[in-house]
């Protein structure tokens, strides 16, 4: 059953959207509860936001604080919607070779947000699938597909 399923690997992290300015104080808070910082970078493009990822102690788990560097940032949007406050904003799933899941879930019909795998940060190649990628049995949650080339 396993090799069914178009390569999907573990979480690889959760995402948290972080206020404008608040990401220091939230990146400290998190080091206080034993997390290491392991990476951080400014994202350009359709995502504007600067990351810092957390890794819980020596697991493969991460997460993910993301701090709009835009008004146009789609986190600044996930932002204004939840009335200015930061909070949950994606779990991403981490696979084994992004294009054979990204044809095999378009082909299973799921509502995909990206045309195609696109670069990430740390120099992964993710897409976005939507909340409600299937009328059937919509997620409710935004869902990030992950490949990492280490």
């Known amino acids: 059953m396993h090799d069914q399923i178009p390569g999907f690997l573990f979480i690889d992290h959760v995402a ?7 990401l220091g104080a939230q990146t400290q808070a ?17 995502d504007q ?5 957390l890794r819980i102690g020596d697991s493969d788990n991460l997460v993910q604080l993301l701090e709009p560097l835009s008004p146009d940032s789609p986190v600044q ?6 009335g200015g406050r930061g ?3 994606h779990v991403a799933y981490r696979v084994r070779d992004i294009q054979v899941a990204f ?20 120099g ?3 897409f976005f699938m939507h909340p409600r990628s299937r009328e059937d049995a ?4 935004l869902v990030e597909v992950v490949q990492c080339h280490e």
């Open 16 to 22: 948290i959207a972080v206020p404008a300015g608040q």
């Open 30 to 46: 998190y080091e206080m509860l034993g997390f290491r910082e392991v990476h951080r970078e400014e994202v350009r493009g359709k």
């Open 49 to 53: 936001v600067r990351e810092v990822l």
């Open 77 to 82: 949007k996930l932002i204004d919607k939840n």
């Open 87 to 89: 909070g949950f904003a």
């Open 103 to 122: 044809d095999e879930l378009k082909a299973r019909g799921f509502r995909i947000i990206d045309d195609a795998p696109r670069p990430g940060s740390r």
């Open 124 to 126: 992964t190649t993710v």
């Open 138 to 141: 919509p997620f409710g949650y």
